[in-house]
């Protein structure tokens, strides 16, 4: 699967990319794609295809590469926020199937900024529903219901 992988191709230099930073466990580059201006994706240098699949080690050298990557969007493009998305499995939005986190700056000037939200924040759920599928995650992550 990794010689068929675009972000395998990218890590490996075979596809180009605009790299903004790297380490020993993690590559960041543009979105070509991008949501917003400075729109970046941070992902493992070792191939794992989504948040399921992803090993632990891997998933926090990620983490801790996004966050240093949202503290340069803030400092060096004057971001107002940042969004950190991850999108897992094709009904998810996945189109590439390699575990990455998207690091998307936010402004208060839209013109440099084109995601919207696809859901409306602040619109209460059914009380039952949420209480009823939360007690099923408890129970299948083995927490002791609250």
Not at 23 to 52: C, Q, W
Request: with cysteine; aromatic share 6%; hydrophobic share 40%.
């Amino acid at each position: 699967m990794a010689d068929e992988c675009l972000f395998c191709g990218i890590i490996s230099g075979a596809v180009p990319s605009v790299r903004v930073a790297e380490d020993s466990e993690t590559y960041a580059f543009m979105d070509i794609n991008p949501g917003s201006d400075g729109h970046l994706l941070v992902v493992p240098k070792r191939h794992s295809k989504d948040l399921i699949e992803i090993p632990r080690d891997d998933l926090g050298a990620v983490a801790i590469a996004a966050q240093r990557v949202a503290k340069a969007v803030i400092s060096e493009l004057g971001a107002d926020g940042v969004n950190l998305l991850n999108c897992c499995g094709a009904h998810a939005w996945q189109t590439e199937f390699h575990f990455h986190l998207h690091v998307i700056p936010r402004y208060a000037d839209k013109s440099r900024d084109g995601l919207r939200l696809p859901w409306t924040p602040g619109v209460r759920g059914d009380t039952r529903t949420i209480a009823a599928l939360g007690n099923r995650l408890c129970a299948a992550l083995d927490v002791k219901e609250m």
